[in-house]
């Protein structure tokens, strides 16, 4: 599914070139789980950018899907995203004017999905995530783990077949962040491709295979059995 | 799609209230004040247009150039010129000449029906096209009784009501009295509908022109200025040759006056420049209107920069949201959508409130004014189309860039820092708070020169005393009984003096031939103004005398002159020399030269005058009395008692003189009036948009200060540190309003003859005052900003 080969990325100011990716290359396969782990500022999150097409490579190849994107302009990106993509982050990012269900509806509005069939969709993903009952609250009003599950579910109701996962369990106590991590091979056993980014060694068991980042380069691939 | 879009729009508006209500009331007043100013302007324009075939009428006004007179425009003519020039020219296919029945063909008319009275000098005599030439609105009777008779009238429906009350007036007969000695019998062929009141021709009533008026001296004379006459002229493409041709014929009757046609929709706003302009009571100069367009734009256009100023300080907070929406996949066109949808939303507000202003508002503006403007016209079909536009256009104008920005913005910055704009951003607002600020200082900086100009021409020593004097308007009838007037009031306790005059200080004077011989010998001929006083006339006002003495007791071949006629005549002393008025009188001498004195207004240069003394009733129009200022309304009884004892009439009416000089500059006045409230509310806005912006600089700097805090600064050098970036605009701001400033209101000086000269203070008193202004509006954010807890502002970050 993914393809990257010698990928680089700069980041520049007035006086120091900083390399957050140095030549990386990976391949993930559809249907896997991965999980990046690395101390901080070896370009995980910019990789995670990368891969999601929210930021693009300064040299290297990104083969998705077959589709050489390295090359894509915004606009390109954004809408094979959209239909590609779904994102979880660790300080989940709901928009707090919108209602539980209105935040998962969200992806669907942007895709032109019929009205009556947004609200099945978005009905069978809250149900599938247990929190049918939080439907009409305002996220301030939810705790950190059911925040978490409803952008999940906004992450999954577009049916995205890669799903992006930034530090999903870092805002949350270990038992809400086991229910997400559940959720997540839920989702992977159903045939979503997860990467996965995380500081978490317990997290990171749940995935098929770690890959360890250091400046910009992996140093190490662990194949979970 | 639509309808989240509009979800958004309202919660996100309702989440930051204080921030949405000051740019929705920003911005509602500035649609108010351009409506309302567009109301004004748009009534104002429409002056004559309810008149069938407008466009083919035209008053015939006259370029009059006598020899050795300054020339003037006049738009009353003579009675035989339009009859004279549609016998010759077939471009003309009919003219309705409107003359004031009082004093010229009647002395003075007072109608009376069934013992009841009323005096009235709006009554005009006129041809019976009268009727089609303005679109008369008959209300009973009909266009074929209309004036049809030479002993016909038509009322307009206020004076019928007020002669008739609820009774049918329709050919009913009234008395119409000439004077105290002689009346005649009118029938009221027809009642027309009030002239509306955007008709620059505001009349009561109609009579026709008596046929033996127009056989006597005046009424055949070409020269003389009874009033206006207009003309229909359906071939008007070439309307400069037409006025050439006609001067042309004229010139066979009399040389000294030229033909100009004016067509009738510049008759209320292009007859600044134009004497004897009878019955348009409400024109207005032309130039303010143009003036008060850019104005109404002017602050129309200052609201909008406020919103964008604050929709983009608020959309700073946006960038969690708006990187969210993007990763989701939200389409750039989907995010300039919501935004602008954001923006419809406030803008909509903003009209609702815009129209409660208006209605609120209106009818200060029409006491300020002097007009009936209605809000019905804002709801006819027209002008639903012209909110609906206007809300597109303000929506586009004030939500466009913030959308463009703010959907541009980059997914990874907006997601990872609170304020979704660097300072790179701020300079174009930077621009747009200056231009806002700009505007403000050339409303501050006009109020100023205006203010002064005005104060100028109210303390202006106009060469005669003028306080403590009432002025009385006298008719023929109380004219011949000037000697026991005039004795009976002296008597008066607290009537200090009584004098009369002829002219109307204040006002226009009127034109009057003389003939004199020139120092080289050769016999001259010209037109000059000319008063026509009591003996003790140049005392009573306290006017000086550079030449020769005043009139004595018998003062009927004396007269007087100013100082600028006697340049004109040119004898280094003319005292002894002979002259006399035109028209058949004995041979007189000048006695006396009086210094300059400004018989006008200020708007105008001194022209030459004679003054006369001569004894006959229709000269003698004006009554001055001198009162002393303690227990005046007791005197002003008296006097009230006394002449209506006297005159035999039961009407009084007087004036104070200097009240009636404030009402000589009461369009300036107006305009003053006008520039300060709408240079208090450009301000206003521009000071909300300050406020915003200082909130965002305070933000953006928010580590900065929490810094410096740390590092030992106190509140004052905080507060010092942000307004910093604020004084520079100010200074920035002020030069170029300077500029504009200076340069407008030199050009609006020049409509004065006697001006001040603009000074540098007012320029400063401007600067400092929108410095201080703007000082203390974004204190309440810098100060906030500097008290704030500096661990929470490092935290955060």
Same mark, same amino acid.
């Given at each position: 599914?993914?393809?990257?080969?010698?990928?680089?990325?700069?980041?520049?100011?007035?006086?120091?070139?900083?390399?957050?990716?140095?030549?990386?290359?990976?391949?993930?396969?559809?249907?896997?789980?991965?999980?990046?782990?690395?101390?901080?500022?070896?370009?995980?999150?910019?990789?995670?950018?990368?891969?999601?097409?929210?930021?693009?490579?300064?040299?290297?190849?990104?083969?998705?899907?077959?589709?050489?994107?390295?090359?894509?302009?915004?606009?390109?990106?954004?809408?094979?995203?959209?239909?590609?993509?779904?994102?979880?982050?660790?300080?989940? #990012?709901?928009?707090? *004017? /919108?209602?539980?269900?209105? @935040?998962?509806?969200?992806?669907? %509005?942007?895709?032109?999905?019929? $009205?009556?069939?947004?609200?099945?969709?978005?009905?069978?993903?809250?149900?599938?995530?247990?929190?049918?009952?939080?439907?009409?609250?305002?996220?301030?009003?939810?705790?950190?783990?059911?925040?978490?599950?409803?952008?999940?579910?906004?992450?999954?109701?577009?049916?995205?077949?890669?799903?992006?996962?930034?530090?999903?369990?870092?805002?949350?106590?270990?038992?809400?962040? #086991?229910?997400?991590? *559940? /959720?997540?091979?839920?989702? @992977?056993?159903?045939?979503?491709? %997860?990467?996965?980014?995380?500081? $978490?060694?317990?997290?990171?068991?749940?995935?098929?295979?770690?890959?360890?980042?250091?400046?910009?380069?992996?140093?190490?691939?662990?194949?979970?059995? | 799609?639509?309808?989240?879009?509009?979800?958004?729009?309202?919660?996100?508006?309702?989440?930051?209230?204080?921030?949405?209500?000051?740019?929705?009331?920003?911005?509602?007043?500035?649609?108010?004040?351009?409506?309302?100013?567009?109301?004004?302007?748009?009534?104002?324009?429409?002056?004559?247009?309810?008149?069938?075939?407008?466009?083919?009428?035209?008053?015939?006004?006259?370029?009059?150039?006598?020899?050795?007179?300054?020339?003037?425009?006049?738009?009353?003519?003579?009675?035989?010129?339009?009859?004279?020039?549609?016998?010759?020219?077939?471009?003309?296919?009919?003219?309705?000449?409107?003359?004031?029945?009082?004093?010229?063909?009647?002395?003075?008319?007072?109608?009376?029906?069934?013992?009841?009275?009323?005096?009235?000098?709006?009554?005009?005599?006129?041809?019976?096209?009268?009727?089609?030439?303005?679109?008369?609105?008959?209300?009973?009777?009909?266009?074929?009784?209309?004036?049809?008779?030479?002993?016909?009238?038509?009322?307009?429906?206020?004076?019928?009501?007020?002669?008739?009350?609820?009774?049918?007036?329709?050919?009913?007969?009234?008395?119409?009295?000439?004077?105290?000695?002689?009346?005649?019998?009118?029938?009221?062929?027809?009642?027309?509908?009030?002239?509306?009141?955007?008709?620059?021709?505001?009349?009561?009533?109609?009579?026709?022109?008596?046929?033996?008026?127009?056989?006597?001296?005046?009424?055949?004379?070409?020269?003389?200025?009874?009033?206006?006459?207009?003309?229909?002229?359906?071939?008007?493409?070439?309307?400069?040759?037409?006025?050439?041709?006609?001067?042309?014929?004229?010139?066979?009757?009399?040389?000294?006056?030229?033909?100009?046609?004016?067509?009738?929709?510049?008759?209320?706003?292009?007859?600044?420049?134009?004497?004897?302009?009878?019955?348009?009571?409400?024109?207005?100069?032309?130039?303010?209107?143009?003036?008060?367009?850019?104005?109404?734009?002017?602050?129309?256009?200052?609201?909008?920069?406020?919103?964008?100023?604050?929709?983009?300080?608020?959309?700073?907070?946006?960038?969690?949201?708006?990187?969210?929406?993007?990763?989701?996949?939200?389409?750039?066109?989907?995010?300039?959508?919501?935004?602008?949808?954001?923006?419809?939303?406030?803008?909509?507000?903003?009209?609702?409130?815009?129209?409660?202003?208006?209605?609120?508002?209106?009818?200060?503006?029409?006491?300020?004014?002097?007009?009936?403007?209605?809000?019905?016209?804002?709801?006819?079909?027209?002008?639903?189309?012209?909110?609906?536009?206007?809300?597109?256009?303000?929506?586009?104008?004030?939500?466009?860039?913030?959308?463009?920005?703010?959907?541009?913005?980059?997914?990874?910055?907006?997601?990872?820092?609170?304020?979704?704009?660097?300072?790179?951003?701020?300079?174009?607002?930077?621009?747009?708070?200056?231009?806002?600020?700009?505007?403000?200082?050339?409303?501050?900086?006009?109020?100023?020169?205006?203010?002064?100009?005005?104060?100028?021409?109210?303390?202006?020593?106009?060469?005669?005393?003028?306080?403590?004097?009432?002025?009385?308007?006298?008719?023929?009838?109380?004219?011949?009984?000037?000697?026991?007037?005039?004795?009976?009031?002296?008597?008066?306790?607290?009537?200090?003096?009584?004098?009369?005059?002829?002219?109307?200080?204040?006002?226009?004077?009127?034109?009057?031939?003389?003939?004199?011989?020139?120092?080289?010998?050769?016999?001259?001929?010209?037109?000059?103004?000319?008063?026509?006083?009591?003996?003790?006339?140049?005392?009573?006002?306290?006017?000086?005398?550079?030449?020769?003495?005043?009139?004595?007791?018998?003062?009927?071949?004396?007269?007087?002159?100013?100082?600028?006629?006697?340049?004109?005549?040119?004898?280094?002393?003319?005292?002894?020399?002979?002259?006399?008025?035109?028209?058949?009188?004995?041979?007189?001498?000048?006695?006396?030269?009086?210094?300059?004195?400004?018989?006008?207004?200020?708007?105008?240069?001194?022209?030459?005058?004679?003054?006369?003394?001569?004894?006959?009733?229709?000269?003698?129009?004006?009554?001055?009395?001198?009162?002393?200022?303690?227990?005046?309304?007791?005197?002003?009884?008296?006097?009230?008692?006394?002449?209506?004892?006297?005159?035999?009439?039961?009407?009084?009416?007087?004036?104070?003189?200097?009240?009636?000089?404030?009402?000589?500059?009461?369009?300036?006045?107006?305009?003053?009036?006008?520039?300060?409230?709408?240079?208090?509310?450009?301000?206003?806005?521009?000071?909300?948009?300050?406020?915003?912006?200082?909130?965002?600089?305070?933000?953006?700097?928010?580590?900065?200060?929490?810094?410096?805090?740390?590092?030992?600064?106190?509140?004052?050098?905080?507060?010092?540190?942000?307004?910093?970036?604020?004084?520079?605009?100010?200074?920035?701001?002020?030069?170029?309003?300077?500029?504009?400033?200076?340069?407008?209101?030199?050009?609006?000086?020049?409509?004065?003859?006697?001006?001040?000269?603009?000074?540098?203070?007012?320029?400063?008193?401007?600067?400092?005052?929108?410095?201080?202004?703007?000082?203390?509006?974004?204190?309440?954010?810098?100060?906030?900003?500097?008290?704030?807890?500096?661990?929470?502002?490092?935290?955060?970050?």
């Amino acid at each position: 599914m993914i393809k990257i080969t010698n990928l680089e990325k700069f980041y520049r100011t007035e006086e120091v070139e900083t390399i957050a990716l140095n030549k990386l290359s990976m391949e993930v396969n559809t249907g896997e789980f991965v999980a990046i782990m690395g101390p901080s500022g070896c370009g995980k999150s910019t990789l995670l950018n990368i891969l999601g097409m929210l930021d693009d490579p300064d040299e290297g190849s990104y083969v998705f899907n077959g589709v050489e994107i390295a090359h894509f302009n915004e606009r390109k990106r954004a809408d094979l995203r959209k239909h590609n993509i779904g994102f979880v982050f660790q300080s989940f #990012n709901l928009i707090d *004017e /919108l209602t539980v269900f209105e @935040n998962v509806e969200l992806p669907l %509005i942007y895709t032109g999905v019929s $009205s009556s069939e947004r609200v099945k969709r978005v009905e069978e993903v809250l149900d599938k995530m247990q929190i049918m009952h939080r439907r009409n609250h305002y996220p301030q009003q939810l705790s950190g783990g059911q925040q978490q599950r409803v952008a999940i579910a906004r992450a999954v109701v577009n049916k995205p077949k890669l799903i992006l996962a930034d530090e999903p369990t870092g805002n949350l106590d270990s038992s809400n962040g #086991n229910d997400v991590m *559940e /959720l997540l091979t839920d989702l @992977n056993e159903q045939g979503t491709t %997860i990467i996965m980014v995380t500081h $978490s060694e317990h997290d990171a068991r749940y995935s098929h295979r770690i890959i360890r980042l250091l400046d910009g380069q992996t140093v190490m691939e662990n194949i979970m059995v | 799609m639509v309808k989240n879009y509009f979800k958004v729009a309202i919660r996100s508006l309702m989440r930051n209230k204080v921030y949405t209500s000051i740019n929705i009331i920003g911005l509602a007043v500035g649609i108010a004040t351009c409506v309302l100013i567009g109301l004004f302007v748009k009534n104002e324009v429409s002056f004559d247009d309810n008149v069938l075939n407008s466009k083919q009428i035209y008053r015939l006004n006259e370029y009059v150039h006598y020899d050795g007179t300054a020339p003037s425009l006049s738009a009353a003519v003579g009675p035989p010129i339009a009859p004279f020039l549609q016998a010759s020219h077939n471009e003309i296919s009919n003219y309705s000449r409107v003359f004031p029945a009082v004093p010229f063909i009647y002395p003075s008319i007072t109608l009376e029906y069934n013992g009841k009275k009323i005096k009235t000098d709006q009554i005009a005599c006129t041809d019976t096209s009268f009727a089609d030439f303005f679109n008369v609105k008959f209300i009973s009777g009909n266009k074929a009784n209309f004036i049809k008779t030479q002993n016909s009238i038509t009322l307009t429906k206020s004076l019928a009501h007020k002669l008739f009350g609820n009774e049918s007036a329709l050919n009913k007969t009234i008395v119409l009295h000439k004077s105290d000695t002689s009346a005649t019998y009118f029938v009221v062929g027809s009642i027309i509908a009030d002239m509306p009141q955007n008709s620059h021709m505001q009349i009561e009533g109609l009579l026709p022109i008596p046929d033996e008026f127009l056989k006597g001296y005046l009424g055949d004379n070409y020269g003389i200025l009874l009033g206006p006459t207009y003309v229909k002229i359906a071939d008007n493409k070439n309307i400069a040759a037409l006025e050439q041709k006609l001067t042309k014929s004229i010139h066979i009757k009399n040389t000294g006056i030229d033909i100009r046609l004016q067509p009738l929709s510049q008759i209320h706003a292009q007859s600044v420049d134009i004497n004897y302009d009878y019955y348009n009571y409400n024109k207005i100069d032309g130039k303010y209107i143009n003036i008060f367009i850019i104005i109404a734009l002017a602050v129309f256009l200052i609201g909008c920069v406020n919103f964008i100023n604050l929709t983009i300080a608020i959309a700073g907070y946006r960038g969690k949201e708006i990187a969210i929406k993007k990763i989701i996949g939200a389409k750039r066109t989907q995010i300039v959508l919501q935004v602008l949808t954001e923006t419809l939303v406030s803008v909509l507000m903003a009209l609702f409130i815009a129209v409660g202003l208006i209605a609120a508002f209106l009818p200060a503006l029409n006491k300020l004014v002097n007009r009936e403007l209605t809000m019905n016209t804002l709801y006819q079909h027209n002008n639903l189309l012209l909110f609906a536009a206007i809300l597109v256009f303000t929506t586009l104008l004030a939500g466009a860039y913030p959308a463009i920005l703010i959907s541009s913005a980059k997914i990874n910055k907006a997601l990872k820092s609170k304020v979704l704009f660097g300072s790179s951003k701020s300079s174009l607002r930077n621009v747009l708070v200056t231009g806002q600020l700009v505007i403000a200082v050339v409303f501050m900086i006009s109020l100023i020169v205006i203010t002064q100009q005005l104060k100028y021409l109210q303390q202006k020593d106009l060469g005669f005393a003028y306080t403590q004097i009432i002025k009385i308007p006298l008719d023929t009838k109380a004219a011949e009984k000037l000697t026991v007037v005039r004795s009976d009031l002296a008597k008066i306790n607290g009537v200090v003096d009584v004098t009369n005059g002829y002219m109307e200080l204040g006002g226009n004077g009127g034109l009057y031939g003389i003939d004199y011989k020139a120092p080289n010998g050769e016999a001259k001929h010209i037109s000059v103004n000319m008063e026509n006083a009591a003996p003790n006339y140049i005392d009573f006002f306290k006017m000086k005398l550079i030449a020769g003495e005043t009139f004595n007791k018998n003062p009927s071949n004396q007269y007087l002159i100013n100082e600028t006629l006697a340049k004109q005549i040119g004898y280094a002393n003319p005292v002894g020399k002979q002259i006399n008025l035109s028209g058949g009188f004995d041979p007189g001498v000048i006695v006396g030269v009086v210094k300059d004195f400004n018989y006008s207004n200020l708007h105008s240069k001194i022209e030459p005058l004679i003054i006369s003394s001569v004894d006959m009733p229709v000269w003698q129009t004006q009554l001055y009395i001198k009162v002393l200022p303690a227990n005046i309304s007791g005197t002003l009884k008296v006097i009230e008692q006394t002449m209506k004892r006297v005159t035999d009439d039961d009407q009084f009416s007087y004036e104070f003189m200097d009240e009636h000089f404030k009402q000589v500059y009461q369009s300036d006045q107006q305009v003053s009036t006008m520039i300060a409230i709408i240079g208090g509310l450009a301000l206003f806005i521009s000071s909300l948009g300050l406020l915003s912006l200082a909130a965002f600089v305070a933000l953006r700097r928010k580590k900065e200060i929490g810094v410096r805090k740390v590092l030992g600064a106190s509140v004052i050098n905080i507060t010092a540190t942000l307004s910093k970036e604020f004084v520079n605009i100010v200074l920035i701001a002020f030069i170029i309003a300077s500029a504009i400033g200076w340069y407008t209101m030199n050009m609006w000086l020049e409509n004065f003859s006697y001006r001040i000269a603009i000074q540098w203070w007012m320029f400063v008193f401007a600067g400092i005052l929108s410095l201080t202004i703007v000082l203390i509006t974004i204190s309440f954010q810098t100060i906030r900003a500097a008290l704030a807890n500096p661990v929470n502002s490092l935290k955060n970050e």
